[in-house]
């Protein structure tokens, strides 16, 4: 396996996550896949409890638009698991994210991702400028 590319103090936010027993896949680890399961909670997690992100009933949603993973090392359920966090480009209507997948206590990421997000107004699903609200909680995370 590749060497790690990302250590923990890469990040700005840290998002728990439990693996869980279905997460494993025949080969006894997290399958790949699951990762960006993780990457979308914890991004979810951060627009909605620090950016005010109204996923049911706000006027603006964020699409993914573009998504990849690199793998480093395997997790497997029963790992408990933080995913680092941060931006790295932030447009008008449109964010960058870089993510990464720790082992609770260690420095060295078992898994890199990035995506990006275009926020759309709900009805048109045209691309509209990123509330202020939400901007200024991307913009902590900026790198």
Known sequence: MTTPQHARSDYRF??????RWHDNDVYGHVNNVTYYS????????????????????????GFVVSSSCDYFA????????????RVVKLGTSSVQYELAVFKVGDDEACAAGRFV????????????????????????LLM
């Open 14 to 19: 840290f998002q728990p996550i439990s693996t």
């Open 117 to 140: 997000h275009v926020f759309v107004d709900r009805t048109s699903n045209r691309p509209v400028a990123i509330p202020e609200n939400l901007r200024a909680a991307l913009t902590a």
């Open 74 to 85: 395997s997790i497997a359920f029963p790992d408990k698991i933080e995913v680092g966090l």
């Open 38 to 61: 993780y990457f979308d909670s914890a991004v979810n997690t951060y627009l909605i409890e620090v950016g005010g992100l109204d996923i049911h009933h706000g006027n603006i949603v």
